[in-house]
């Protein structure tokens, strides 16, 4: 039994590992390409007038707090 | 009200229950489940908070989360797709460990606490850091500063703390990070990272920082103290498991030291490495936080986020910047944050009134007479016990005296990765030979780590460079690094690290009367109320929480004797014990991990 769920949890990784990779290279590949020819979200530009950016806040009240993002 | 703040599922999980405005518990997970930087979860660590509080789950008010899962999904999923088609792997692992846990975290809080979802709140990583340190210091207004690897997409905060409520200023997002600068240089030095940045410390005052120039060409550092990493010289953005790209190696022209040499080579290129970055980090602070004095014009700063335990740099920054007072709550990593989440939602979201400030560490559990008594004698252990406490501390001060290395185990645990006297190994700091014993017989850990010294309040400034101590409230915390004074570092061979520093933590009477005592009647025996203090755990275990733990750690290393509350074990009594197992752990985490 113990075989048979270590199996069953390796062959479920592996099916994910897969599918994963499709949605990598199928999916987000060629969003990607687009995106970062105009975006810049992780700033790998150098940047001129220092790195520090303006806080946005957008948790202020329990309603906000209750979401996760 | 009743606020529980929880951390999980990146290292260090905790709980923190806050009642009232006063935190009343607080813990780790990995103290009561022996998995070190445990990240499940905190079963247990909540368990014992209700427990410890005199409630129930069903009496909690709120339940607060201390980051907010979707906005880190979101920088997982952007950085996979700025960094196409060099992220595939990373994208793939990251995303097994989302999909599987961390995209359900809400309904899975829910179901495994039994609360409904409406009590369950989100703050957001950087403001649990700044929250953890403002409301539980004693200042009532302060700039704050957080800095460590990465929360969501924050890598470092300003702000300002007024009364109840945080206000934060600017912050400075992933891959630039100080905290992952240092990390990058840990795993380039042979350690393990989120592991080994101890070591690393600890490892600085053998070098020269010959190599400051050349780290600084790795970023662009304004004089505001923000960073912009090169990320040509990283991978951490885009790896499973490499921190650096050969590109980093190559500019410095040595390859990255092989981890395995790290117990025992004290190589002089990586000594002169880790004395650069500890340069570097402690030069970039120093820009932090004038720039904050500058745009706040406050006189008092907190500090929080795991770059905070560079003790050696919190004492710079108290000497060489710009502020009056400086306070860093005890557990300034992330595990500090459910702390500080709670905090966060009972005064700044739901406009509470402030608590006291936070005098002391001991938040954790607690073994009283009658469960020591009956693991003793459940177990066949032979024990003496001296009742009367006078008699008793004689005893450990003479023991001490006499060069035994003893395990202490007293009251609460302590609240944060230091042990502060209530889970400590002691021994006589004025013997050289007591550091080789340690590490090698007790720790089993490197040679070149240093010991802290545990010191009385009253009499710290006379061994150490710290002027009105008890303004210095990291030091109550074991987290500044002073210099021991040059005439005092003879009497202190064992606590005194390469460059003349110590570790040093200051004892007040009031919030450990017990482990005051032994110091003070230490001194009164040798004129010295100093005694060395090192967590009761051998490397790579969890500091000890229960007596099953202290007898099994006791048993697997060199220690003398064992002191739990008025209990005396001597070493004869060392045996097996099967039923108290850990987890040793030897490895850090990998970089997906680290960066996710």
């Given at each position: 039994m113990q075989a048979l769920a270590q199996f069953t949890e390796r062959f479920g990784s592996m099916v994910s590992r897969l599918l994963l990779t499709a949605l990598y290279y199928g999916v987000l590949g060629p969003v990607a390409l687009v995106y970062q020819r105009v975006c810049d979200p992780l700033h790998l530009k150098r940047r001129q007038a220092g790195n520090w950016t303006k806080w946005e806040s957008t948790n202020e009240d329990v309603a906000a707090a209750r979401h996760q993002d | 009200m009743n606020v529980l703040g929880l951390s999980f599922y990146y290292h260090d999980s905790a709980a923190a229950l806050v009642k009232n405005g006063v935190l009343v518990a607080a813990s780790a997970e990995e103290r009561f489940s022996r998995k070190k930087h445990d990240s499940g979860f905190p079963e247990l660590a909540i368990e014992f908070c209700l427990k410890q509080g005199g409630i129930t789950i069903h009496d909690v008010d709120y339940v607060v989360f201390y980051e907010k899962p979707f906005v880190k999904f979101e920088r997982m999923l952007l950085t996979a797709m700025a960094t196409f088609p060099k992220s595939a792997a990373v994208f793939r692992e990251s995303m097994q460990r989302w999909i599987s846990d961390k995209l359900w975290i809400k309904s899975m809080m829910s179901k495994r606490?039994?609360?409904?979802?409406?009590?369950f709140l989100f703050a957001d990583h950087h403001v649990s850091h700044a929250a953890s340190s403002f409301y539980t210091s004693p200042f009532e207004e302060a700039a704050i500063l957080t800095v460590d690897g990465a929360g969501e997409w924050t890598t470092s905060t300003m702000a300002v703390g007024r009364g109840n409520k945080i206000e934060v200023l600017k912050e400075m997002r992933f891959p630039h990070s100080l905290g992952l600068l240092y990390s990058a240089f840990t795993a380039y030095c042979g350690f393990e990272i989120n592991e080994g940045e101890y070591k690393l410390m600890g490892m600085?005052?053998?070098?020269?920082?010959?190599?400051c120039d050349e780290i600084y060409k790795l970023l662009d550092v304004a004089e505001d103290g923000s960073l912009w990493h090169?990320?040509?010289?990283?991978?951490y953005h885009h790896s499973?498991?490499?921190?650096?790209?050969?590109l980093f190696e190559a500019h410095f022209g040595r390859p990255r030291r092989d981890p395995k040499h790290q117990d025992t080579s004290l190589d002089p290129y990586y000594c002169d490495m880790a004395a650069s970055i500890q340069r570097v980090t402690e030069e970039i602070l120093l820009k932090m936080i004038t720039h904050l004095h500058e745009i706040t014009g406050l006189k008092k700063l907190c500090l929080a986020g795991?770059?905070?335990?560079?003790s050696v740099a919190n004492y710079k920054l108290m000497r060489e910047g710009p502020f009056e007072d400086v306070y860093i709550h005890p557990a300034p990593g992330d595990d500090g944050c459910s702390a500080g989440a709670a905090y966060w939602a009972y005064n700044h979201l739901l406009d509470q009134p402030r608590g006291p400030a936070l005098e002391h560490a001991y938040l954790g559990s607690e073994h009283g007479d009658d469960s020591i008594q009956s693991f003793l004698e459940a177990n066949d252990i032979p024990y003496r016990k001296i009742s009367d406490d006078e008699e008793f501390f004689d005893f450990v001060a003479r023991t001490l005296e006499s060069g035994h290395v003893c395990g202490w185990m007293r009251g609460r645990c302590e609240w944060g990765p230091r042990a502060l006297g209530s889970r400590s190994i002691i021994a006589d700091p004025r013997r050289m030979e007591m550091k080789e014993k340690l590490n090698s017989k007790i720790k089993f850990r490197e040679s070149f780590r240093p010991f802290a010294p545990s010191v009385i309040e009253e009499r710290a400034d006379e061994f150490f460079d710290i002027p009105e101590p008890e303004r210095h409230w990291p030091a109550r915390f074991m987290l500044y690094v002073a210099p021991v004074r040059e005439e005092k570092r003879d009497v202190l061979p064992a606590i005194t690290h390469e460059d003349g520093s110590g570790r040093l933590q200051t004892v007040y009477r009031q919030t450990n009367p017990a482990y005051h005592r032994i110091i003070e009647r230490f001194g009164e025996l040798t004129d010295v109320p100093v005694i060395m203090n090192t967590s009761f755990n051998l490397k790579g275990e969890p500091i000890v929480e229960s007596p099953a733990h202290a007898f099994n750690t006791f048993s697997l290393s060199g220690m003398d004797f064992l002191f739990m509350n008025n209990f005396i074990v001597e070493a004869s009594a060392k045996k097996k014990i099967a039923e108290t197992t850990f987890h040793l752990r030897h490895d850090g985490d990998s970089v997906t991990q680290m960066v996710s």
């Open positions: - | 606490l039994e609360v409904p979802r409406s009590k600085h005052p053998y070098g020269e920082p010959k190599y090169d990320m040509r010289y990283f991978k499973t498991n490499d921190t650096l790209s050969p795991g770059v905070a335990l560079n």
